[in-house]
């Protein structure tokens, strides 16, 4: 099982990204983006169940980001908008094969990469 993330990049604060995560090999009950910035712990964003029908989101990001999925293509998203320059960090998207959302990145079984985000002031 993989999961593959993209999208990240340099954007003004204000601006917009969407990231991307590929998950091939396998399928997820639960999906999720956590974030890690420099000399931070990491912190958890969004998560979504399989059908769409719970969603979480950080109370920092509330309103400003979006998650969602296509299980066409096992892909989910995190649309990003009124980004500010504490959004900056590296993103990483993860999934569980079983379970329920959760906010804890204990209880994720797979993780991608990461994709980094910077916001400019």
């Known amino acids: 099982v993989q999961l593959q993330a993209s999208g990240g990049g340099l954007v003004q604060a204000g601006g917009s990204l969407r990231l991307s995560c590929l998950a091939s090999?396998?399928?997820?009950?639960?999906m999720a983006w956590f974030r890690q910035a420099p000399g931070k712990e990491r912190e958890f964003v969004a998560a979504?169940?399989?059908?769409?029908?719970?969603?979480l989101y950080a109370e920092s990001v509330k309103g400003r980001f979006t998650i969602s999925r296509d299980n066409t293509d096992n892909t989910i998203y995190l649309r990003m908008n009124s980004l500010k320059p504490e959004d900056t960090a590296y993103y990483y998207c993860?999934?569980?094969?079983?379970?329920?959302?959760?906010?804890?990145?204990?209880?994720?079984?797979?993780w991608g990469q990461g994709t980094q985000v910077t916001v400019s002031s």
């Open positions: 993860t999934g569980r094969r079983r379970g329920l959302v959760t906010t804890s990145d204990r209880e994720y079984d797979y």
């Open positions: 979504m169940d399989w059908r769409g029908s719970r969603k």
């Open positions: 090999g396998g399928t997820f009950s639960v």
